[in-house]
């Protein structure tokens, strides 16, 4: 069972004269608000979801983002007229063009189905999966505040427009002026379909923090609140030895199975309080390369035909990541008249296919909670791109609304739903340690 430990009386006002009522209510937490969206590639359609803003606190949001969770996978018929073993199965029956975009064993028969065994051609249908490229999407999309009755646009806006490409290649936008909603509030988003056949799930995130227990707190009385001495928020300006800057790293293996749960916990060590200011992220993935085992059908010397490859030749971890032809090897194994070529040099067998498992396709969604607390720190589990940036680093890190205050001996728990791509995951709480701050974890 977690043990929950009160919250000092950490935030008062910088200056004389602040209401009172406001310096004692509560903690300031950095929070993310998350509204999801089934989209059906229909264009014209509509999809609306409803953030209801909980009755503990006001919720500021600073900034906004959003993130695109495609369904990738697409049906691939095997050309198949009898009983088959998986692992027989040649590259020719497999469509030319799944072979160029890329294909995979499909995860859920592979959970239950032996590479060797003997499977009716019905089998065909669901063996493997076409993996198609990532695409850009194309939405309008409008925002309503329920509480004032305002939207927050004149008309509804494309997402290029206001939110920049949904790869998570962009900083998050942040608002001109921060805005403040309401405890029992909701903030209604619509969205209208522009994209084609483009399928998954749209998730549109509002940055920024909660005050716990405040019913009504000025933007302007926020910024100026601070942390008590023995854990202050903002050291910029003041330094001292006794505030270290500091990383806690959280580390998850991920299997590659879609709809898998993995959880760690970071512990909080007892030398003082740690104050995360920004998140980042990255996954470790094995090297792309796919090498080819046991004897090529067909082979001469110095050729072999690519048309008459099985699956077996293929290890299971790569089928299961997915792979392709290489974009600069698709000359040498595509003939001019669109088949598979039977004059393949052998020293390309292990350089013409890669791994679909790029660390920057990583496909999931997260969730952070605070057990010093006991609070999430979002109201759903979060899509990566849209909470944390795309994952190959070329976005800037996520810079918390307010830095975070995790109390010493606390854990923060990090629980993650796989949806595409295998490696180890790393969650990288950036920040600093404040040493000797034991007091911040003491009863008022």
């Known amino acids: 069972m977690i043990q929950t430990r009160a919250y000092p009386r950490a935030f008062s006002s910088a200056r004389p004269g602040v209401a009172s009522s406001v310096a004692s209510s509560g903690p300031v937490l950095a929070y993310d608000y998350a509204a999801r969206f089934p989209l059906q590639g229909i264009p014209g359609n509509i999809v609306e979801d409803v953030i209801n803003i909980s009755n503990e606190g006001i919720f500021v949001a600073v900034a906004i983002g959003y993130g695109f969770e495609e369904d990738r996978s697409r ?97 998050f936008r942040p608002l001109a002026q921060p805005l403040t909603f309401m405890p029992r509030s909701t903030i209604r988003l619509q969205i209208i379909e522009r994209s084609e056949g483009v399928k998954g799930n749209l998730f549109i995130v509002l940055y920024g923090y909660k005050v716990v227990g405040a019913s009504n707190c000025p933007e302007p009385v926020m910024r100026r609140l601070r942390a008590a001495p ?77 048309s008459l490859l099985q699956l077996g030749s293929f290890s299971q971890d790569a089928l299961r990541d997915g792979i392709r032809i290489r974009a600069n090897f698709l000359r040498a194994a595509i003939s001019s008249g669109g088949d598979l070529s039977d004059n393949v040099r052998r020293d390309l067998a292990n350089k013409i296919f890669q791994r679909l498992n790029r660390p920057e396709d990583v496909s999931f969604r997260y969730a952070i909670f605070d057990t010093g607390m006991g609070r999430d720190l979002q109201n759903q589990p979060i899509h990566n791109i849209a909470g944390l940036g795309i994952a190959d680093g070329d976005r800037p890190f996520k810079k918390l609304a307010r830095p975070m205050i995790f109390l010493p001996r606390s854990t923060i728990r990090v629980t993650v739903q796989e949806q595409f791509g295998r490696g180890t995951l790393y969650f990288v709480f950036q920040g600093y340690k404040v040493l000797g701050a034991a007091a911040v974890g003491a009863r008022r």
Do not use: M, W
């Open 75 to 171: 049906n691939l018929q095997l050309d198949l007229t009898s009983t088959f073993k998986p692992s027989e199965v040649k590259l020719s029956a497999i469509p030319t063009d799944a072979l160029i975009t890329g294909f995979r064993l499909n995860p859920r028969a592979a959970a239950i189905l032996s590479f060797d065994q003997d499977l009716p051609p019905t089998f065909g249908a669901t063996l493997l999966q076409r993996v198609k490229s990532p695409e850009d999407i194309s939405f309008l999309f409008s925002v309503v505040d329920s509480a004032s009755g305002r939207e927050l646009q004149d008309e509804p806006t494309h997402n290029l427009a206001s939110l920049g490409k949904s790869n998570g290649e962009r900083p």
């Open 230 to 306: 023995p854990c202050p928020v903002e050291s910029i300006g003041s330094p001292s030895d006794r505030v270290v800057p500091f990383d806690y790293v959280a580390r998850l293996e991920l299997s590659g199975q879609p709809d898998n749960f993995v959880e760690t916990e970071v512990p909080i060590n007892v030398e003082g309080g740690f104050v995360a200011t920004a998140i980042g992220y990255a996954l470790e993935a094995e090297p792309d390369d796919v090498t080819l085992t046991g004897n090529l059908i067909g082979a001469t010397a110095n050729t072999f035909k690519l």
